[in-house]
C-alpha cells in the first residue's frame, strides 16, 4: 500500500480539522456510508483521519488488504488504486483540491493514467 498509516491518533473531529488545515489541507468532516467498492482511484491526494468505525482497504498492486480503526490517520496518494468494504464510518478528511471544485464521482475507474 503505497499509503501510510499510523495509529493511536485520539482526536475530537474540531482537533482532527486543525491538524489538517495546519497541513494547508481542505478540511472536511463527514460520516460515510456503508460501501463496498471495486477497485478505483481518486484525483486529489488526503490525509484523513478514521474518527469512529472501521473499514478495509485492499491495495490493487500488492493485493494486500489493510483495517483501519479509529485513532488511525492516512496519508493517501490519488493515484494508488484500492477498493473499500465498511459499515459506515467517519471521519475527517484532509484533501489537497477544494471540495467546491471537485468532479464526481469521486472514485475513478481502474486504469490510473500514467
Known sequence: MRSKVTHGHTLSAEQAV????????????TDVPA????FHWHAF????YIL???????DHESGETYR???GDRVEARGSNAHREKHNGFRAAFGLSVDPATMVFPLERPL????
Do not use: H, Q
Not at 45 to 48: A, H, I, K, L, P
Not at 52 to 58: Q, R
Not at 111 to 114: C, I, L, R, S
Open 111 to 114: 486504469p490510473v493514467p500514467a
Open 35 to 38: 460501501t463496498e467498492t471495486d
Open 52 to 58: 469512529e468505525g472501521e473499514l478495509e482497504v485492499t
Open 18 to 29: 486543525a491538524e489538517l488545515e495546519k497541513l494547508g489541507l481542505y478540511p472536511v468532516v
Open 68 to 70: 483501519l480503526i479509529a
Open 45 to 48: 491526494d488526503s490525509v484523513f
